[in-house]
Nanobody, 124 residues
């Protein structure tokens, strides 16, 4: 059974930083494109960042570009999201997701596996 487990969420003041982690039980983790999504109350789930199988290519939503960094460690079956200069509008539940489809997937329906989510709250 595939499991994705996020951690690292919490409450932070505007301008602060958080680092999210997602540990995956995928047997062939290095063959999955990984993504981070977020969902705020009353809003649809939106793409935040994605990373290719090898980690050599990354892509971001315009709203987080320059502030967030996605990375992965294929030896540890883990993907990370470093979030800097956080803003109140970044407040949401953050989800990691995995898909066997190749690079640059930004639509939730393209992802097969999802974590349970971790809450990030940014106070002003």
């Amino acid at each position: 059974q595939v499991q994705l487990v996020e951690s690292g969420g919490g409450l932070v003041q505007a301008g602060g930083s958080l680092r999210l982690s997602c540990a995956a039980s995928l047997r062939t983790f290095s063959r999955y494109t990984m993504g981070w999504f977020r969902q705020a109350p009353g809003k649809e789930r939106e793409f935040v960042a994605g990373i290719s199988w090898s980690g050599g290519s990354t892509y971001y939503a315009d709203s987080v570009k320059g502030r967030f960094t996605i990375s992965r460690d294929n030896d540890k079956n883990t993907v990370y999201l470093q979030m800097n200069s956080l803003k109140p509008e970044d407040t949401a539940v953050y989800y990691c997701a995995a898909t066997p489809l190749p690079y640059r997937r930004t639509i939730p329906s393209e992802y097969n596996y999802w974590g349970q989510g971790t809450q990030v709250t940014v106070s002003s």
